[in-house]
């Protein structure tokens, strides 16, 4: 009688070894029964030809001897089998991402899912706001255009769109409720003649409430005079936003969020504040200041709101 021997396959694609078996040459042609794969099956003891010449007998003793060497055999096989799968499993584990893995995903930081960001085509002709030969520093794309878009999910403010796209000087100074502060402001933008204000806003599922406005000027030095004026670089806005009168600068915004050629001061409402908390920071690119806004009921949380205004911030670099 021929033993034939067992043999195990490499690993498949899935991180499982698979394990095959040579046929016998003379056993006859079986099928499995249905359910139960074919690597599962034992190999078939192979009966010697009619014409073979047989062995003689073999003594009790040594019969038994090596029916206990193949059942050791046997055992060792399996052994290096199921230590083989278990080495290759656990390396395929400890290579995969986190997030490849059922159960271990990483959970989200907060961060919103905002379309891919385009600038607009400059016309023919016209250099990029910070290159060298434009002197005066101006963005020569649609403004429109410039303004960061909404991300998934949010629900447009209709009261922002203003006519074709342009919003209205009022309409901006209504982030600022005090008579005063909005009679210097007003008379601040008409001395340093403010061209254009573009505007978007939207609210998010959790209720965060996010405004953008962009104010354009007929040259960089007039924007950073007024930035320097009216509307940043102090550790308290000199103008108070609507709901924000104790808003001190953000000292949590990260540096290393910087975008080149952009500067920004950003605020955040220290406690105790009301029922909602702001943020808003103001940006100054080249002819451009940019003041975005966001509130929320309870906390206005600091990861969206940097991550707005770092886009905003690359859309107008």
Do not use: C
């Not at 003689?56 to 799968?85: G, H, Q």
């Not at 406005?213 to 000199?238: C, I, M």
């Not at 009168?245 to 080149?260: I, M, N, T």
Request: aromatic share 8%; hydrophobic share 40%; glycine share 8%.
């Amino acid at each position: 009688m021929t033993e034939q021997p067992e043999q195990t396959g490499q690993a498949g694609q899935a991180g499982q070894p698979t394990v095959t078996q040579e046929a016998a040459p003379a056993a006859p042609a079986t099928s499995a029964p249905p359910g139960i794969p074919t690597t599962s099956v034992p190999p078939m003891p192979v009966a010697p030809p009619a014409f073979a010449f047989a062995d003689p007998p073999a003594p009790e003793k040594a019969r038994k001897d090596r029916r206990v060497l193949r059942a050791v055999l046997r055992w060792t096989a399996a052994t290096v089998v199921f230590a083989a799968v278990g080495t290759s499993a656990t390396y395929g584990i400890t290579e995969m991402k986190r997030t490849d893995v059922p159960g271990l995903a990483t959970e989200s930081d907060g961060r919103w899912e905002y379309p891919v960001l385009t600038r607009p085509p400059l016309p023919s002709g016209s250099p990029a706001p910070f290159a060298d030969e434009n002197t005066a520093g101006a963005h020569h794309a649609d403004l429109r255009e410039l303004v960061l878009p909404a991300p998934k999910g949010a629900k447009a403010d209709k009261a922002l769109r203003g006519e074709d796209g342009w919003l209205a000087t009022e309409d901006f100074l209504t982030e600022f409720p005090s008579e005063e502060d909005s009679k210097e402001l007003r008379q601040l933008l008409t001395d340093n003649g403010l061209r254009h204000i573009a505007a978007r806003g939207w609210t998010v599922p959790d209720g965060t409430h996010t405004r953008i406005y962009l104010l354009q000027f007929d040259t960089a030095a007039v924007a950073e005079k007024l930035r320097f004026r009216g509307f940043g670089y102090h550790n308290r806005p000199p103008f108070a936003v609507r709901g924000a009168e104790g808003s001190v600068l953000d000292a949590g915004f990260r540096a290393a969020s910087q975008v080149d050629d952009v500067d920004r001061s950003a605020y955040v409402e220290s406690e105790p504040y009301g029922a909602e908390q702001i943020r808003h920071a103001y940006l100054g690119a080249a002819d451009t200041i940019a003041l975005v806004i966001q509130s929320r009921k309870g906390t206005a949380k600091a990861v969206p709101f940097q991550q707005t205004v770092v886009l905003q911030a690359q859309l107008l670099g």
